[in-house]
């Protein structure tokens, strides 16, 4: 209780800071308008993309704040925002004591990436179990019999494995754990799921470009960052083997059909996470970035303009979000969002909000 | 006779007024004087104050804030080497460990090399170099951390890893007593190489205090004893540093606080494991740098309520070793007082 009465004081010394550079920002004639979040770092640069096309087709900015997932949650929660974005969904529960309501915004995908001699991009095959094997460090060596069963052609080194994971915590994180304590009940027990868990073998580095630069030094190790730094930095991804038993290479495709196949009307408050998705081509490291709202908005104008936005972002922002290697939502995971904010987001007097965006 | 009265009168009259106007300008003075230095008083002792309380508000929220995981795990939390944000249970032990075994570390390969440089520029460098040596030193002190991590993760630990871990894990490895601390697969970052970064950084603040207080050894002292025959080392060691010791003390524990505190550059290269682990190549954590990882997406009370209370231990630690120091100090004084 007094943590929380104190971080009700930070907010407020907080808030007491930015409201005057929001309202010089505000221009003397009034008219254009501001909507703040805050919230993952993974969704920051899609999100700000979006947010520069939108100013300038309608001149409501949207000030977007990437302090991390946990941040965001804090900041909704406390209604220091219009808007909080987190990659780890929050339980019913969760979401009920607060008042908040919760939507998909856009999909994303993790890789696995590794560090050993002589091993090409998308060359080496890794089942979930292998996988959850290595990180749990029951797998020591690249020519483990395990390793070299799944691999035959590759000749793999007899070198000590390096495991590399995030220091901070993060959404890339939660996804990957889930995923291996989705397909590995030694994992599930020893580790288990979230945006920081406590790993038991390897080292950790600071943000996606830490386990980047980690990987690409030591040689023999193996981590996982989302899959455009992947790119961006040429790094040897693999293979992994998805729920239907098939090997899938890491592409824009796999992506798109594991956000195909997931089950998104009948998950209630849209907690399903994409790891593991069924369908032979799916990708199994995905994961989704999702949005909080308060379900009663205070200031209408404020929850209605986010809305527009977002609304907005689902019929243009596809070209941009492709550009940055995100996957966006399908279409009637998109319209079935709509439905959800008519249903479910209340201005002040207990109407309707998202009526008529 | 009437005219020279009247003049005497008239003058009598004037310096009746002239003292008169003075003692009123005095005493205004005086009034506006007292008024004035009694608000320069009083604001100096505010911002005194302010100082104190400052420091009171920041340990008073740092306990409020730690109040949740001090009532959970008690003194348990410094004796517990686990930290897992999963189930909920947190122990301090492995951050204290290595926020203490880097920063030792760090002194030991700090204060030597200080100390060498400080006496170089004090007593053998030619003139003409003094100046460009020293004020290089006391540019390093002004890099901001981050470029000495990012210089220790891209080129320092690559290097490392490369020429210099494989021949020690090969060699020193298999010593009996101390080849524990040297094992492990070589990655080029881990404890060592967080604590090498760390004295790197140390350095030009324990040189330039060093170089100072040496500078200030009258020369009859260090003559007498070079007139008796005394090596440059000799010097050194018998007539400069039992001199200078206590500010050398103080340089000294200006690197530790400095090194106790320091999170960018270690968070760069120390590895981030909440591990403990015998051997210096392996990596660990520190305190300042669990911190600056975990902050921003601990959700849950407990967690961030831990997060506060490594906080509130690295506080106690520097708290405790700038007292220490201040103690060493006092003491070394008073002897230095007797002897004389």
Redo the contacts between chains.
């Keep these: 209780m007094?943590?929380?009465s104190?971080y009700h004081f930070i907010s407020i010394i907080t808030a007491a800071f930015f409201v005057p550079a929001s309202v010089f920002a505000a221009d003397p004639g009034g008219t254009s308008k501001q909507v703040t979040g805050a919230g993952s770092t993974f969704v920051y640069p899609v999100l700000s993309k979006w947010a520069d096309s939108y100013k300038k087709e309608t001149g409501t900015s949207i000030n977007y704040q990437s302090?991390?997932?946990?941040?965001g949650?804090k900041q909704i929660q406390s209604k220091t925002v219009d808007f909080g974005a987190t990659d780890?969904p929050l339980k019913s529960e969760d979401l009920a004591k607060d008042g908040l309501v919760q939507f998909p915004i856009i999909n994303g995908a993790d890789v696995a990436v590794i560090n050993v001699a002589g091993v090409k991009p998308g060359e080496l095959k890794l089942s979930g179990d292998l996988l959850a094997q290595i990180f749990l460090g029951k797998i020591k060596k690249w020519n483990d019999p395990a390793l070299v069963a799944v691999n035959k052609g590759l000749t793999l080194p007899d070198q000590?494995i390096?495991v590399v994971h995030r220091?901070?915590?993060?959404g890339t994180s939660f996804i990957f754990t889930n995923y291996l304590s989705k397909v590995s009940a030694d994992w599930k027990t020893a580790?288990?799921?979230?945006?920081?868990?406590?790993?038991p073998v390897?080292?950790?580095?600071?943000g996606n470009e830490?386990v980047a630069?980690?990987v690409k030094?030591?040689n023999?190790s193996i981590g996982y960052i989302e899959y455009a730094y992947a790119l961006q930095n040429k790094m040897t991804y693999t293979q992994l083997q998805n729920q239907a038993g098939q090997f899938v290479t890491p592409e824009e495709k796999s992506f798109r059909a594991a956000a195909v196949g997931a089950d998104w009307a009948h998950a209630k408050d849209y907690y399903l996470i994409l790891t593991n998705a069924p369908g032979k081509t799916s990708w199994p490291l995905a994961g989704s970035t999702f949005v909080l709202m308060q379900k009663t908005q205070s200031d209408s104008a404020q929850g209605r303009a986010a809305l527009q936005f977002f609304r907005w972002a689902f019929k243009n922002g596809e070209a941009a979000a492709a550009e940055l290697h995100y996957v966006p939502l399908p279409k009637a995971v998109a319209a079935l969002v709509e439905k959800t904010w008519k249903e479910q987001i209340k201005a002040a007097d207990g109407k309707a909000l998202a009526i008529g965006l | 006779m009437v005219k020279h009265s009247q003049s005497v009168s008239r003058s009598a009259i004037e310096a009746t007024d002239e003292t008169f106007f003075n003692g009123r300008l005095q005493l205004e003075r005086t009034a506006k004087g007292q008024l004035l230095d009694r608000l320069f008083r009083g604001l100096t002792r505010f911002f005194a104050v302010f100082v104190l309380l400052i420091l009171v508000a920041m340990i008073a929220?740092l306990l409020?804030?730690s109040?949740?995981s001090i009532r959970r795990f008690g003194f348990h939390f410094f004796v517990d080497a686990?930290?897992?944000?999963?189930?909920n249970q947190f122990g301090a032990l492995v951050p204290i460990v290595g926020t203490v075994v880097t920063s030792l570390i760090a002194l030991l390969i700090a204060v030597p090399v200080s100390f060498g440089i400080a006496i170089f520029l004090t007593e053998l460098s030619p003139r003409s170099l003094r100046g460009p040596l020293g004020t290089a030193i006391e540019l390093l002190a002004a890099i901001p951390s981050i470029i000495y991590g990012m210089w220790g993760?891209?080129v320092f630990?690559?290097f490392f890893?490369a020429h210099i871990q494989p021949w020690v894990i090969e060699h020193l490895g298999s010593w009996p007593l101390v080849g524990f601390l040297f094992q492990g697969?070589p990655?080029?970052?881990?404890v060592f190489t967080a604590a090498f970064i760390l004295a790197i950084m140390v350095i030009p603040f324990v040189t330039a205090v060093m170089r100072d207080v040496f500078e200030i050894v009258p020369p009859l002292l260090k003559e007498s004893a070079y007139g008796l025959g005394s090596t440059t080392w000799e010097v050194a060691s018998s007539i400069v540093l039992p001199y200078t010791r206590v500010g050398v003390m103080g340089g000294v524990i200006l690197g530790l606080g400095r090194a106790l505190g320091e999170t960018m550059a270690v968070?760069?290269v120390i590895?981030?494991?909440?591990e403990l682990s015998s051997s210096l190549f392996m990596?660990g954590n520190t305190i300042s740098?669990s911190l600056?990882?975990?902050f921003?997406?601990?959700?849950g009370?407990l967690y961030?309520?831990s997060l506060?209370e490594l906080g509130l231990v690295l506080f106690v630690i520097t708290f405790v070793v700038l007292a220490l120091a201040k103690v060493l100090i006092l003491r070394m004084r008073r002897r230095a007082g007797v002897q004389a």
């Design positions: 007094k943590l929380k104190m302090i991390g997932s946990g941040g949650i780890m000590a390096t220091s901070d915590g993060s580790v288990g799921e979230g945006s920081a868990v406590n790993w390897g080292v950790g580095g600071k830490g630069s980690y030094q030591i023999g | 929220a409020a804030g109040m949740p686990s930290w897992n944000p999963v189930t993760l891209f630990a690559p890893a697969a990655m080029g970052i881990g968070t760069f590895g981030n494991a909440h990596p740098s600056a990882n975990e921003t997406e601990a959700v009370e961030t309520s506060v």
